[in-house]
């Protein structure tokens, strides 16, 4: 594999040759994992990666870059999901050497799927303040306690999982990083019904489920540092869309097809939780008012706030170093996102008028407006409330002094009636 070097690195350079080897390898007849094998082996499934991880050392910019080219040329790339997204990351960044060569090349196939095991009924912002734990017997880890928000748990085989495995020590400090396999005795999986009406979260019960030793991200009782760095690619994902994969026949893509069937089942909701700012000219339109003025400049300002963050993320994107990890600039572009999508069910609002409010073929834009208003609450919460946002923003890029933590520095076990 012969990575472009450092002077050429333009998109230009980068789409060529990604169009090359496309044009040499990719053939719709063969199964889409064969294909996805390919891909990673090339290094074109996740460009930014280190060449020892079977990456190209490009910059972060190239990964969004070959995912769209890959669409764009017929062929298809890795699966979308919190697996692709945050746990191979959070892997590649803080997991053992054995971890890597067993898990990335079978999430990024898309062969593992995952969720996420973070959230808890007592501790949501305030993560490190969990309370689920883990207890080591032999070499198997056993988990014990609830978890709670978890998107996609119900198919998921494996969760990445926070657990305290020493209350002794201030609550940050005895947190760890686990790869829990799902599908065992001890894990039973709840699903939670939405104002929406969607299922797409679950309550998961951990009732001395194990987890081998080997499957610890980064050191024990470290898990914090690695939790950080999930949650730091989490902010960069909150527009969720599905692939548009070329209707061409081939067994590739009517399995990229049926895949993409089943994951949008539980995220069909998350491009309205956006507030679908793509759809206010074509809902104005439709509703007869492109010409009233108040709308026309609630429109612009809309789609303006649109047009500037998405510059402002591919700004940061470049910027970012090859390899280097997203930093407090994505707590930004999940404000703006959170912005953009409150403004947008506002003007869908102003469109549409009390129409907003119901659902059925008839309704405003065939009910999207309605499920639009009924989901965006959502896209504040996910991945750190807006307000959790602002104070990383405080801190760690305006240098403000840091929010009083009075439970920070004192054991665990002595805050309050935890432990
Ligand atoms: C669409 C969606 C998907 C999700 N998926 C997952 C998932 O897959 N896995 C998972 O583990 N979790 C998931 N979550 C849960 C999410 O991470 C939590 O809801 C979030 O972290 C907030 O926690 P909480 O709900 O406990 O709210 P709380 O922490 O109780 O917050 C309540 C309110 O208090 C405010 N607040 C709290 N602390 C502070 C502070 N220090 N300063 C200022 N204001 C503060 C908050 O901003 C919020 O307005 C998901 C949530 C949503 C909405």
Redesign the pocket.
Known sequence: MTAPAPTDLTPDRVRAELAAWVGQHWDPAMSLRDWRELLFESGWAVPSWPERWHGRELPAWADELAGSELLRLGAVGVPVG?GTWLAAPTILAHGSDELRERLLRSTLTGELTW?????E?G?????AGLSTTAVLDGTTWVINGQ???????HHADLGMLLARTDSSVPKHHGITYFVLPMKQPGVEVRRLRQMNYHA??NEVFLTDARVPMDNVVGAVGHGWTAALTTLAYERRFAALRRPSYSPAPGRALDEARAEADDHFATYSW?PQ?AGRPDLIIEHARAAGVADDPVIRQAIARLLTLHRVSAWTAERARAARAPGARPGAEGSIGKLAASNIARESAKVHAMIAGAKGLLTGPDSALGGVVAEVLMSV???S????????Q??ILAEKVLGLPG?IRVDKDIPFSQIGHRG
């Open positions: 919190s969720c996420q095991l973070f959230s009924p501790a949501g912002s305030d993560l978890k709670v928000w978890n998107t996609s748990a797409s979260f998350y939780r609450p959502g896209q919460i996910a991945g750190g409330t807006d307000e959790i602002k104070n929010e």
